[in-house]
């Protein structure tokens, strides 16, 4: 990797790196902002995700940093979805996932794992290729629930969390590792105010279409 991608600082007798700092920075205030339900999360997404390619790099995560570049193309994606959904200045429309994209989702989830996990082992791209394999797939379906304003997207991230916090921690990343631990929290917030937005918008029509 070039000097600046591995340029940081000294912080409780570990080195930590200044794209990981920073790149994190962009992440939970991407998590901030989708909350908030604004497309700025989506470019702030995308800055992030160049950071935190680098970081993963140099830390020897292949598959985070795959992770990343996924990121990017999905960000792109969930810019425009978001820009037409908010055409006109409508507030974006959340909703849960029906049973069947639930059922997509989690069968992309497990059997997703399982390939990349193959593919990481065999190309010697991962240290810890399950688990890696585990935190590509999830934040990619993640990402994706995100771009179609499925409030379910908040609970696949918990559960990316609870695996993401060891392995950053295994790898070196611990500004990643703490992140993850924030993130946690902010996500349980996103998705109680995804979901109580969603309800009243229900009641509201369902008020409205009441004789």
């Known amino acids: 990797m070039t000097p600046w991608s591995e340029a940081g600082f000294q912080l409780f007798g570990q080195h930590v790196l200044f794209t990981d700092l920073v790149g994190n920075v962009f992440a939970l ?11 700025w999360a989506w470019p702030v997404q995308l800055a992030g ?3 935190l390619f680098a970081a993963s790099m140099t830390a020897g995560l292949g598959g985070n940093a795959m992770k990343q570049v996924l990121f990017a193309v999905l960000a792109t994606y969930g810019w425009w979805r978001w820009a037409r959904g908010m055409r006109g200045g409508t507030e974006l429309q959340v909703r849960p996932a029906t049973p069947r994209e639930r059922t997509v989702l989690i069968g992309v989830l497990v059997v997703g794992t399982v390939l990349v996990a193959w593919a990481f082992d065999h190309f010697d791209a991962s240290w810890a290729p399950l688990p890696d394999a585990y935190i590509f797939v999830g934040s990619a379906v993640a990402t994706f629930g995100q771009s179609r304003a499925l409030v379910d997207f908040w609970l696949v991230w918990v559960a990316v969390d609870l695996v993401g916090v060891p392995l950053a921690i295994q790898g070196g990343l611990w500004v990643t590792a703490a992140v993850y631990g924030v993130f946690f929290v902010m996500v349980i917030a996103g998705f109680r105010d995804w979901l109580a937005r969603y309800r009243q918008r229900s009641l509201t029509q369902e008020e409205a279409v009441s004789p």
């Open 49 to 51: 995700s160049v950071l």
């Open 29 to 39: 205030a991407t998590v901030w902002l989708a909350k908030r339900r604004t497309i």
